[in-house]
């Protein structure tokens, strides 16, 4: 029978099978739970997909179909799944539809409304075999949706956290930063921190995942530039067993553990051109393949870049490319440096003084006034992780006793102690004078001047203070400079 003159005959038919489709799908309680009814492709989809199957085979070639045949149910069912993605359907939804399709044939032939002569009548294998490929399809996307889920699990669990969940510091310049992030809590903008190294980039990224609408799902970090190059794609993308030698078994990549979250690309500027590449065709369809399959794996994720270098610049010296530049440029937050914040550095030292001591197992000591004037004048170059690694040194030379600057300054091993300490000395020392803190510094400036012979590099050094502040207390204080 022609292909025209099976159109004809089944468009007599079309009105009662949706009808009877539609009927089954509202009162069938197995269906109902799909979202069949509520999508408005449903009625139409439902058309093409029977014009397909009665155009496509003849009803006794599915009797004993041969390879041909097979290859032509399988070219059916992939414009099948193509069709239902467009439309908006999932897999099970696809899969329900095929079994309503089924049911509602069959309740048409027991009642006699469909013809033998029907080009439906004898369509059941075919729907069957299209619903196994389907119901299979379902069942993989299903187990791999669990598996994912026990890896992000597993590796929640196997996580501690070592960052606390508050941002310590109120300085002006934190406050930019707290109005930006702010701003991205309701979205899943892309986020590109910016600022040196230490400056806590980390801890802004866990403010935002903690706070945003992802935050039930995990945080996956990947530090780009900790990671061998040879290894960075199988953490990123994960592999199939097999993929490569040694990959002994299939492995979840950090894109697939992050899926619902966010993934956390530390130093983002030392990832190799060659995954750029990889890593913005993942940003552009939002799927990725493992290393060694052959299958596309939808992911939803958040993503927040962090670098400590110019990506414009690297972008002009070649190293980073344009395109995927301004695919994480979308949100920039740029994080201050400590010593544009020393307003805050009181508030942090008490912080880590507390928490440090806590994890030390030892009483939290005071902090005496001129140590804070000592670590208020250093340069930073470490910024907050400086900061922290001094203040643990100094708990455990303090042993309890009140931390001041000659602890701050000290050296464990060193024989000599620095210039800051003999002037420190003076503060600490019983004494009933009360000698005033500019006294005391210009006469420690002016002690290191003396024995450095002028050399300004050197007498920052040894004060511990950046060059800047010490031309700024010179000036304030009219000391002479010999050379």
């Not at 309740?107 to 294998?125: A, G, I, Y």
């Amino acid at each position: 029978m022609s292909k025209k003159k099976l159109l004809n005959i089944y468009q007599s038919d079309e009105d009662h099978v949706l009808s009877e489709l539609m009927k089954e799908l509202s009162t069938n309680p197995q269906l109902q739970s799909s979202n069949l009814l509520k999508n408005e492709n449903t009625k139409q989809f439902s058309k093409q997909f029977l014009k397909h199957v009665i155009t496509q085979f003849d009803s006794k070639e599915l009797s004993d179909p041969s390879k041909k045949v097979m290859e032509s149910i399988l070219s059916l069912w992939h414009v099948l799944t193509k069709d239902l993605m467009q439309g908006g359907f999932s897999t099970k939804d696809t899969a329900m539809l095929i079994y309503a399709v089924k049911t509602s044939i069959q309740s048409l032939k027991d009642n006699k409304t469909l013809e033998k002569n029907s080009p439906l009548f004898n369509c059941e294998p075919l729907l069957d075999l299209l619903g196994i490929l389907t119901f299979e399809m379902y069942s993989l996307e299903n187990e791999r949706l669990i598996s994912r889920q026990n890896e992000q699990i597993n590796y929640l669990q196997n996580q501690e956290s070592k960052l606390s969940t508050e941002l310590v510091g109120n300085s002006p310049a934190m406050k930019h930063v707290y109005k930006a992030i702010g701003l991205v809590l309701d979205n899943d903008l892309t986020v590109l921190l910016e600022g040196e190294s230490g400056t806590g980039k980390d801890l802004i990224a866990t403010t935002i995942h903690n706070n945003s609408k992802r935050q039930k799902k995990p945080m996956i970090t990947i530090n780009c530039g900790a990671i061998p190059k040879e290894l960075i794609e199988s953490e990123l993308f994960g592999h199939e067993k097999g993929a490569f030698t040694g990959a002994t078994e299939k492995r979840i990549g950090k894109f697939e553990l992050a899926d619902g979250g966010t993934l956390f690309l530390d130093e983002i500027g030392e990832l190799p051109l060659d995954l750029q590449v990889k890593l913005l065709r993942v940003l552009q369809n939002k799927q990725i393949e493992r290393i060694g399959g052959n299958q596309s794996i939808k992911i939803d994720i958040r993503i927040i870049a962090a670098t400590n270098q110019s990506l414009k610049q690297n972008v002009d010296n070649k190293t980073f490319r344009l395109d995927l530049y301004y695919r994480l440029n979308i949100f920039p937050i740029y994080i201050p440096p400590l010593r544009n914040r020393k307003d805050d550095i009181h508030r942090l030292t008490e912080f880590f003084i507390k928490k440090f001591s806590k994890e030390l197992a030892i009483t939290a000591p005071p902090i005496t006034n001129d140590a804070l004037l000592f670590l208020e004048n250093q340069s930073w170059e470490g910024n907050i992780r400086e900061l922290q690694n001094i203040i643990q040194r100094s708990l455990v030379i303090a042993q309890g006793n009140p931390i001041t600057s000659s602890i701050l300054s000290t050296l464990p091993g060193r024989h000599e102690p620095i210039l800051i300490e003999k002037k420190v000395n003076l503060l600490t020392e019983p004494s009933k004078e009360i000698v005033p803190l500019d006294t005391l510094e210009k006469h420690a400036i002016e002690q290191a001047l003396k024995i450095k012979k002028g050399n300004v590099f050197q007498v920052a050094k040894s004060l511990q203070i950046s060059r800047t502040t010490l031309y700024s207390k010179i000036k304030k204080y009219n000391i002479k400079v010999d050379s």
